[in-house]
């Protein structure tokens, strides 16, 4: 049977790993971010059928079309990736309002509107999986962007406790630091992260694709992060505020 994921944030980084891993893996595409040209090129580099669906996700016409694909029965989709993110740079006090809205709502909200679109065919179809790109960074104290990621983390634990029973797995991935764009977008300059601490985007989405066929909730990815994640809550509060990238976020 043909197996069909659509990616979101698919144009870049972790996302375009995620679209070429799942197509190594058999399955067609949907790929959805702003820039389709960078999606169309992706699709005509990918082995399988996919469909290129340029959308915003913080418009709400945006949201709705990528909502309106994975409630389609006619053309279903078997694995949802909730990837589309970024960060906004400055410190909470400083930073822009409307920044932050957009960020919020890219991390927590389109998951959520888009896991309650997929859900009903996948119960209904007794199969399927959701696989929310949180970060290590939502099990910190250290600014706005980790309390957005920290809600899509407790959305998919219970979304999976949930809905386990009827097929359908909930994982959220938690990475370390990835080599992506990200920072780049951020104005951020990739030597305030040591080199050890870099995780490989490859090793990132196969620890994510494992966890979610494995049927785990969450999932942190690397083995160095696995190791340091249990000292997280040892930390005190003020200590993590401190840190991450050169004191941007949280500060
Ligand atoms: N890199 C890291 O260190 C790291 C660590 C932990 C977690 N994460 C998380 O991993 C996920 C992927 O990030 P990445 O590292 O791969 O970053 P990236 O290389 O900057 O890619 C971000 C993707 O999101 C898309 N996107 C951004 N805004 C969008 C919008 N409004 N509507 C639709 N798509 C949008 C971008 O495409 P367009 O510009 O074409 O729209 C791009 O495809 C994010 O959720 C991020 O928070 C990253």
Known sequence: MQMRALVTGASAGLGAEFARQLAADGFSLVLVARDADRLRALADELPVETEVLPA??????????????????????????????FAVAEPFHASVIEDERRMHELLSWVPLRLAHAALPGMRARGRGGILNVASLAGRLPSGS??????????LSRALNAR???DGVTVTALLP?????????????SPDVVPRAGWSDASTVVRDGLHALRRRR?????????????????????RV???VGLGGRIGR
Do not use: C
């Open 56 to 85: 915003d996700l913080t418009s709400d016409a945006g949201l709705e079309l990528a909502a309106a694909r994975l409630g389609d029965a006619s053309r279903p989709v078997d694995v949802l990736v909730n990837n589309a993110g």
């Open 176 to 188: 370390g630091f990835v080599p992506t764009e990200f920072h780049d977008r951020m104005g951020v």
């Open 217 to 237: 909730g969450v999932v942190v990815s690397d083995w160095r992060y696995r190791l340091a994640a249990p000292l997280i809550p040892l930390v005190p509060d």
């Open 240 to 242: 993590i505020a401190g």
């Open 163 to 165: 809905y386990h029973r």
């Open 145 to 154: 962007y980790a309390a957005a990621k920290s809600q899509v983390i407790t």
